[in-house]
Each structure stands twice: as C-alpha cells, then as structure tokens.
C-alpha cells in the first residue's frame, strides 16, 4: 500500500496519532505531527512511497509538534523531535514541513555510519549515477531537479548514501529542497511537478519542496554504479561547459563534503578513492537548463555505449 | 521494559528478539548512549550473526564513531600535554579520556563529549593561562557561574579550543570542596601511573578510576548517561579483579579517600544489574549488599528507575519523581544547606537557557 492510498482524513489521524510509517530507500521512518495543516503537503510530497505497517523495525522515529504552553499561539512554533529527544533550537510553524526534511535528513548523517554519507545530490539513468556535490547557492538542487523531470532518476537531493561494501549508492527519492529563484524557474520548467507552497525567511532564504517523481520512487531499491562526479556552478549567461577534472581535485572535493569522512577514518579515504577510480570526474558551468540536460544525456548516451 | 540491560548482560538472548524488540532496542541504547558498546558486547560474545541488518547498521554506527573518538581523544591528550609543558604541570587524564588512553577495557564503544584533567589546586591559575594562551577559551558567559565554579566547585568553567572545538573540564580535585565527602586530591595526584606509549601523561591509578567513577555516578545529578556510567564501573570492576587481592586494596583506598560510601553503592548496584562478579569477602566487608534501613530502600527505588534508559519505554509514573530526587540528593551532597537554597534560588530566577542547537546539515561537513 502507498501513502496515495490513503484518504487525507486518514493520513491526518495517524499523523497525529501513532504515526505514519513509510519507506524511503533503505530506511524506515516513523512520522507524527500535532502541526495539521502540514499534512496536505506531505501526502502529496511522499505520495509514491510505500507504507510499511507490516514492517515493525523504525529507523527513525521522528516528528514535528507545536511550541509549548503559550508558544502554541504567540510566536508560535514547530519543535523537531526524534524519539522523544529535541536537538534543534526551535523553529517558526510554518517552517515545520522544512524542519521535519532537515531533520530526517540529520538523522542520516548522525545514525548511519555503516555507510559513506556524502553532502551531494545524486541521479542515476538506468545503473549509472552521478553524483553532484556542490555548497549552497551552486544550483545543485535545481539542476537535479530539472534532470528528474527530464527522465534521470532522483537517487538523492541532500544526502548521497555510498555502501562500504560494493561502492553502490543507495537511493532515498526524498522531496528536493529548491531554494529562492530556482522556485519559478522549476515551476516553469516542470510545471507537473508538485511543488509546496513558498515557505519564507528560512535560515535557506525561501524554501519550497518538490515531490520525486512516482518513477524515482518504484526503482529507488535499485542501488546504481557512481559513473561521474559533476560540480557544477550556475553562471547567468555561460554556455553549458563540461572541464575534466583531475582525480586529486575530485578526491578532495568528495572528501570534503562527505558528512562522515572522519568518522570512517581509513574506510573514509578509501570509500571515496574508489568512487573516484570509478567516477570520470567534471567541473560543469551552466545557465540554460535544457543545455545543461542535453550536456547530461550525451553523458549517459556514452556510458550505456561503453 | 528494559530491554537494554537484559541483552547486554545475556548477548545469547537476542536469539529470541522479533523486529519490534530490536526496534526497542536500538532506541534504548541511544538513549543510554550506549549503541557502541552494546554492539562490541554483541561482537565480543559471538552472536554478531545473529543480529538483523537493520539493528545492525545501527549499532555498528555506533561503534564506528567510538573508535573515531579513540583517535581523537588521544590527539587531544597530545595537544594538552603540549599546552600545560611550559608551566610544567603534567596531564592527569579522568574519567573516559584516561580509559580510552589507557586502552582500558571500560574504553569500549564508549561516547564521550569531553576530556577531563586533574592537577594540584595551587595549580589552577597557571594551568587557565597556560591553556588560553594554547586557544582553549571559557564557555561560561555569565558572571554567575563563572564565580559559583571557582568558589564553590571541584573544576574551572568548561573550557572549548577555539579552533578544534574539543571541550575540557579542568579539574582540582573529584568532589565539590562544599561536599561532605572531601577526598584528598593531592593523594590521586600522587598515585597517578604514567602512560608508557602516551609520554608525559598520566592517569589515576585504576583503583583511583573507579572511586572517581562511583563518586561521580552517586553524587552527579543528570541521569542521562547514568546506566553507561554504570557499565564503565562493571568493566573496571572486572577489569581489577584478575588480580583477587585488588579487591581488599579497593577497599581501603575508599576508606583513605573517604569514598567507601558511593563505592558501596556502586558495588551494590553493579552486581545487582550487571551482574558484576564480587567475592564474598568484600560483599561482606562492604556490607554492599545488605537491605537495611529506610535510606537504602528509597535509594533503591530511586535508582531502580534512572539507572536505565532514560527512554519512555522504561519510565513509570514514579520515573520523574526519582529524577527529580536524584538532583536534589546530588546538591544536596554537593553544598551545605545555605548555599544550596541560594544556588536553587538564583536558578529558579535566572534559569539556565536551554542548550540547543540551531537545525543545519550544511555546517556538519
């Protein structure tokens, strides 16, 4: 059964009461909110993925509920909690629906050190990945999200999950955070996609969500073969533009934005030297992204040929 | 239920766990912080296999961020010893910095946030600048606490390297100087061992580890990380008693250091949860086992409920009851009654801001 199944008074309750249970690639979730007005929106965000009742191990047991006492209604607030533990600051209401994404996504990077947690977005076409790390304000996120409205595959936004064993990554097919401009210019790119509403004056600027497609969703159990490391930078007005890069700069850059090198220590190092022996690396500069998608295709056109 | 205890005294048990009781169990561990050492238990006992991928993940995580500390904390005792050589002060490691750095067994799968040192009380002032001027700085702002540490506790402000971000408790001796139990500081500091691959650091003395541990686990008034404290004692225990005569040695290193009082407890407790090994001779001589009194019942119950997860799952309705005793009974042990109901005042009006953090996956990286 998938979360579309269910009626919305139906998620409602047990969003409010025990919780909505729900796979998102290897991990199981356990979501409650006493925020009601948040669950219209997160329906539709994980519309696709599958209830998991029959499946009693919870990974993450999170949730988002409303301010304490008077902080229900003056300057009221959304408390992220997992576990009946708060280890966020609070945060305004109407940022609950961000802050439960945020926190799922710390979650990942504060439990899970079985496998390499790399601060990158990830697309697959058929077994071949790339993965995209980049620092806020790249255009990471609206890249990606133009690439899985044009057939690749959502593998992961945020959070690129490596398996220590075979090199794999795993999909989580979460919702994509697009942030400020790339808002309107997804919603004019893929006008199908369910995007929330424009949530305001986050520590991100303005934040909307945008759905995985159903596709991502169904396959998100098939782990893809990292084939290109791609870092790409929005420039206004630069042609689509693929550099090679060396292995070292790749290296480093993938050890830089992995959430959990240190932790792994030496399984840390050669996690990401074999992504890199795998990987054939780029920097990649854009603005237009149909451009860019073609640049993408030619790409994976190559790889299936090899 | 409490699971958590059960399968870390009988690893053999998670045989018979379904998915929901592993479900369980992994949240109960965290709230313990105890994921690691539970899966080195788990590991060490052989029935590695037995535990389902899931649970598993999680508990090797746990682990895997263990050992990264171990790296860490003995990086860090480098620096420290770097830092205090020009005063010529030598570093005495406490609590689970000295047991990673000694490679005792109580090292294992554990957590910790801090480094704590020891040295002589005239000490202190040299030790504070030559620290600062190394870039550790003093995390407490207000004018309050910085005074209420240096008058009235056993130990500086916390101190954080301002670059590496490593917090440090520096330490003058175990207990509050206001505490009825008044420990001779300069005793520890003389039976301190050096460390032969860590030159130039120290420890206590491992009898010394563990009267440290069970007056801070009997006078300590958070209860979060209570049961892990406990697991520290029931390692060091074991770990002493591959030598029979330790024992007696314990013993009267309690009495010299007035410290026979939480030592009782501790043995009390470990052998009652953890199933710690005691010889009869000392269980007698300790009389740690005996049911006496109204006081040793109601510390019974107390700890009955906080010397396991602190997890809804473990609470009844008496759980915030012995909490909130528990940090009564820990200032109360700390500070004569004046200072006490004035310390309680000013943080009744001025209460302590909640340490949370602000919500960001970015800035991990």
Avoid at chain 1, 203 to 216: E, I, R, Y
Avoid at chain 1, 219 to 245: F, I, Q
Avoid at chain 1, 247 to 255: D, E, I, K, P
Avoid at chain 2, 123 to 132: I, K, Q, T
Wanted: aromatic content about 6%.
């Amino acid at each position: 059964m998938k979360i579309r199944d269910l009626s919305l008074a139906e998620f409602r309750a047990r969003l409010g009461g025990d919780g909505i249970r729900l796979a998102t690639g290897p991990f199981n979730c356990r979501l409650q909110s006493g925020i009601p007005e948040l669950a219209d929106e997160l329906a539709r965000l994980y519309a696709h993925h599958p209830l998991i009742d029959d499946k009693p191990f919870i990974d993450f047991h999170v949730g988002v509920q409303p301010g304490h006492g008077l902080r229900r209604w003056i300057a009221p607030q959304a408390r992220f909690i997992v576990d009946a533990v708060e280890p966020f600051t609070p945060l305004p209401r109407g940022q609950a629906l961000p802050m439960l994404e945020w926190g799922l996504n710390w979650c990942v990077t504060a439990y899970c050190h079985h496998i390499l947690v790399i601060h990158a977005a990830s697309v697959a076409r058929g077994k071949h990945a790339a993965i995209l790390p980049a620092p806020p304000g790249s255009g990471k996120s609206t890249l990606c999200a133009a690439l899985v409205n044009r057939g690749w595959r959502l593998l992961s936004d945020e959070l690129t999950l490596i398996r220590l064993d075979t090199g794999q990554i795993m999909g989580l097919a979460r919702p994509v955070n697009l942030k400020n401009a790339s808002i309107d210019i997804i919603r004019t790119y893929a006008p199908d996609a369910f995007l929330t509403r424009p949530i305001l004056d986050t520590t991100k600027g303005t934040v909307a969500l945008m759905a995985p497609t159903q596709a991502s969703v169904e396959a998100v159990g098939e782990w893809a073969d990292p084939a290109w490391m791609v870092l790409p930078r929005y420039r206004a007005g630069a042609d689509a533009t693929l550099t090679p890069m060396g292995s070292g700069t790749a290296f480093m850059q993938l050890a830089d934005n992995a959430m959990n090198y240190h932790v792994l220590g030496a399984r840390g190092f050669k996690a990401v030297g074999d992504i890199i022996e795998r990987t054939r690396n780029y920097s990649f500069e854009y603005s237009r992204l149909d451009d860019a998608i073609a640049v993408f295709d030619r790409l994976a056109a190559e790889g299936m040929a090899e | 239920m409490n699971l958590l205890i059960e399968t870390y005294r009988h690893p053999e048990s998670i045989r018979r766990l379904g998915t929901a009781d592993w479900d369980l169990l992994v949240r109960q561990a965290r709230h313990a912080n105890l994921v690691g050492r539970l899966f080195l238990r788990l590991q060490s006992a052989g029935v590695e296999a037995d535990i389902p991928e899931q649970p598993h993940n999680h508990l090797l995580s746990g682990a895997v961020m263990a050992s990264e500390q171990r790296h860490a904390i003995r990086r860090e005792a480098c620096f420290l010893r770097e830092a205090l050589k020009p005063a010529g002060i030598t570093v005495i490691l406490l609590k689970g910095a000295a047991y990673v750095a000694a490679g005792l067994p109580a090292a294992q799968g554990r957590l910790f946030s801090d480094v704590d040192i020891l040295l002589p009380k005239e000490r202190l002032g040299d030790a504070e600048s030559a620290l600062m001027l190394k870039g550790w700085a003093s995390t407490a702002t207000d004018d309050y606490d910085q005074r209420y540490y240096r008058r009235w506790m056993h130990e500086l402000p916390a101190m954080r390297h301002v670059f590496r971000g490593s917090a440090l408790d520096v330490h003058h001796t175990i207990l509050p100087p206001t505490a009825r139990l008044k420990p001779d500081a300069r005793l520890l500091i003389e039976a301190s061992v050096a460390l032969p691959d860590l030159p130039g650091v120290h420890t206590l003395s491992l009898p010394d580890l563990i009267l440290h541990s069970a007056s801070h686990l009997f006078h300590e008034g958070e209860p979060d990380n209570l049961l892990r404290d406990l697991t520290d004692l029931d390692l060091l225990l074991r770990h002493l008693a591959r030598d029979d005569t330790a024992w007696d040695g314990l013993l009267e290193r309690a009495a010299q250091l007035q410290l026979s009082g939480p030592l009782r407890l501790a043995l009390r407790y470990c052998h009652r949860l953890l199933g710690t090994p005691l010889p009869e001779r000392i269980a007698a001589r300790s009389r740690c086992l005996a049911d006496t009194g109204i006081v040793q019942r109601m510390l019974d119950g107390i700890y009955a409920r906080v010397l396991c997860p602190q997890h809804p799952s473990t609470a009844d309705r008496f759980t915030p009851l012995a909490r909130r005793s528990l940090y009564i009974r820990a200032h109360w042990l700390r500070m004569p009654p004046l200072l006490l109901a004035y310390h309680l005042a000013h943080k009744a009006i001025f209460p302590p801001k909640q340490e949370t953090h602000p919500l960001s996956t970015e800035q991990q990286g």
